[in-house]
């Protein structure tokens, strides 16, 4: 289909729309056997019970044999499929498509020999006016679960054939027409679309579901958990480029000061969970301010202003995000035995952004030397005692906002040839 999404057609989505199929093809499969055997106990009741009333009906010619002939062989066929289908689902693959229209054929075979055996102990009036020309309606209405339009239509296409073969080759009465046997056959042939058409339906909103879990599913694997939900909702929406490009980006690195030295009095759940519980709040600003967490870094992160969406105005919310951050840690250490304080980088340039990776396992990131010399901004907290700490180029690009930033100087700064003016804010 020229026009099917990318994600409709890609090897994730075919393989969780393949699981999909097969689990509601178990669930069709034991409804058939629960449905069975139930009969059977009803039967079986009915014929210990009430045993004059199922002599009248039968001219006194059942035999409890007879269920064993017909159903039991049946839920052991049934019980093979299903082991079947398990094992494909197991596999990840799907049933062939020979397979699955022969097991539609037999299934929908059994009423037909439990016909014969009625009209042969019944006589055919009484038989094709009873209960058991209705049994074919169990196999269309659980074949919508097979989530084919094709399959459904064969099942009342076999319903409808065998069940009129069956009244014109027993010629239950003279006097009736064909075309009475015609019309009741043409009833199951067209409830035999119409399940495949409620199968056809339900098999679309299970793609809808796959397609959309799939999608972020991807999104998630481009751009880790720690993507905001708006920012998923937005690339769900305008969907995501699969090509590098050149983006001018705000680029922040964030860390924890000393915190290697106090980790090493501390149990690992204890650096866990205090972790955890810093970045958690550094994440929630992040997210209020359009920025997304690249990637954690130990015990920091590298994050990104500028993309994937293009914002202009990067510099000015990596800022406003990153003043954000001082003030919520500090009011993280208000009781807490671990106090944390973190250093911030952050450089405004061009990068080259997209998703990066083997052809198995890609990852969205950006790299390039805006990315170097920010990550070398925010080490350099370290050695001034500072907490914020700015490129030139962000001063610039701020303005009249950065009026409380202060110029360190010319600041040597390793990898580079040159000292480059560093500012920070107190």
């Given at each position: 289909m020229?026009?099917a999404?990318?994600i409709?057609?890609s090897p994730?989505f075919?393989?969780e729309?393949?699981r999909?199929?097969l689990k509601s093809e178990?669930?069709?499969?034991?409804?058939?056997?629960?449905t069975t055997?139930?009969?059977a106990?009803i039967l079986?009741?009915v014929?210990i019970v009430?045993?004059?009333?199922?002599n009248?009906?039968?001219h006194g010619?059942?035999k409890?044999?007879y269920l064993?002939?017909?159903l039991?062989?049946?839920?052991?066929?049934e019980?093979?499929v299903y082991?079947?289908?398990?094992?494909?689902l197991a596999l990840?693959r799907d049933v062939p498509v020979v397979?699955?229209y022969?097991s539609?054929?037999?299934?929908?075979?059994m009423?037909?020999?439990a016909l014969a055996l009625?009209?042969d102990?019944m006589?055919?009036v009484?038989?094709?006016?009873?209960v058991?020309?209705?049994a074919?309606f169990?196999?269309?209405i659980?074949?919508?679960?097979?989530?084919?339009f094709?399959?459904?239509?064969f099942?009342g296409?076999?319903?409808?054939?065998e069940?009129?073969?069956?009244?014109?080759?027993?010629?239950?009465?003279?006097?009736v027409e064909?075309?009475?046997?015609?019309?009741?056959?043409l009833i199951?042939?067209?409830?035999?679309?119409l399940?495949?058409?409620?199968?056809?339906r339900?098999r679309?909103?299970f793609?809808?579901?796959?397609?959309?879990?799939?999608?972020?599913d991807?999104?998630t694997?481009?751009?880790?958990?720690?993507?905001?939900?708006?920012v998923?909702?937005?690339?769900?929406a305008e969907g995501?480029?699969?090509?590098s490009?050149t983006?001018?980006?705000?680029?922040?690195f964030?860390d924890?000061r000393?915190?290697?030295?106090e980790?090493k009095?501390?149990?690992p759940?204890?650096?866990?969970?205090?972790?955890?519980?810093?970045?958690a709040?550094l994440?929630?600003?992040?997210?209020r301010?359009?920025g997304?967490?690249?990637k954690?870094?130990?015990d920091?992160f590298?994050a990104?202003f500028g993309?994937?969406f293009?914002a202009?105005?990067?510099a000015?919310?990596a800022?406003a995000?990153?003043?954000e951050?001082?003030?919520?840690m500090e009011?993280?250490?208000n009781g807490?035995?671990?106090q944390?304080?973190?250093?911030?980088?952050?450089?405004?340039g061009?990068?080259?952004?997209g998703?990066?990776?083997?052809?198995?396992?890609?990852?969205y990131?950006?790299?390039?030397?805006t990315?170097n010399?920010a990550?070398r901004i925010?080490a350099l907290?370290k050695?001034?005692?500072?907490?914020?700490?700015?490129s030139?180029?962000?001063?610039d690009?701020?303005g009249?906002?950065?009026?409380?930033?202060?110029?360190i100087?010319?600041?040597?700064?390793r990898?580079y040839?040159q000292?480059m003016p560093i500012?920070r804010?107190?």
């Amino acid at each position: 289909m020229s026009g099917a999404s990318p994600i409709a057609t890609s090897p994730e989505f075919q393989q969780e729309m393949t699981r999909a199929i097969l689990k509601s093809e178990m669930l069709r499969i034991k409804a058939l056997i629960i449905t069975t055997a139930s009969l059977a106990v009803i039967l079986w009741t009915v014929y210990i019970v009430a045993p004059e009333e199922i002599n009248a009906i039968w001219h006194g010619n059942l035999k409890p044999a007879y269920l064993y002939v017909i159903l039991v062989p049946f839920m052991i066929f049934e019980f093979l499929v299903y082991r079947l289908v398990k094992h494909q689902l197991a596999l990840d693959r799907d049933v062939p498509v020979v397979r699955r229209y022969i097991s539609a054929f037999i299934e929908t075979s059994m009423p037909t020999i439990a016909l014969a055996l009625h009209i042969d102990n019944m006589g055919p009036v009484q038989a094709l006016g009873f209960v058991v020309p209705f049994a074919y309606f169990i196999f269309i209405i659980l074949s919508t679960l097979r989530l084919d339009f094709w399959l459904s239509t064969f099942t009342g296409v076999v319903a409808s054939v065998e069940l009129f073969l069956m009244a014109i080759y027993y010629h239950p009465a003279p006097d009736v027409e064909v075309s009475y046997h015609v019309a009741r056959c043409l009833i199951i042939l067209v409830c035999g679309f119409l399940a495949g058409a409620v199968g056809m339906r339900l098999r679309r909103q299970f793609e809808r579901s796959i397609a959309a879990v799939t999608a972020r599913d991807r999104i998630t694997n481009l751009f880790g958990q720690h993507v905001s939900p708006q920012v998923v909702e937005r690339l769900l929406a305008e969907g995501t480029q699969t090509t590098s490009d050149t983006r001018r980006v705000a680029v922040m690195f964030v860390d924890f000061r000393s915190f290697t030295s106090e980790a090493k009095s501390r149990t690992p759940q204890e650096v866990v969970d205090r972790l955890d519980g810093a970045f958690a709040v550094l994440v929630d600003v992040l997210d209020r301010h359009g920025g997304i967490v690249n990637k954690f870094l130990g015990d920091g992160f590298l994050a990104l202003f500028g993309v994937p969406f293009e914002a202009p105005d990067a510099a000015q919310r990596a800022v406003a995000a990153a003043r954000e951050m001082l003030a919520v840690m500090e009011a993280n250490n208000n009781g807490a035995d671990w106090q944390l304080r973190i250093g911030i980088g952050l450089h405004v340039g061009e990068v080259v952004a997209g998703n990066i990776g083997s052809p198995r396992r890609k990852e969205y990131t950006v790299i390039g030397d805006t990315v170097n010399l920010a990550s070398r901004i925010e080490a350099l907290n370290k050695q001034f005692g500072s907490q914020f700490l700015i490129s030139s180029v962000v001063r610039d690009d701020l303005g009249e906002a950065a009026a409380d930033a202060e110029l360190i100087g010319d600041v040597p700064i390793r990898g580079y040839d040159q000292p480059m003016p560093i500012w920070r804010f107190a």
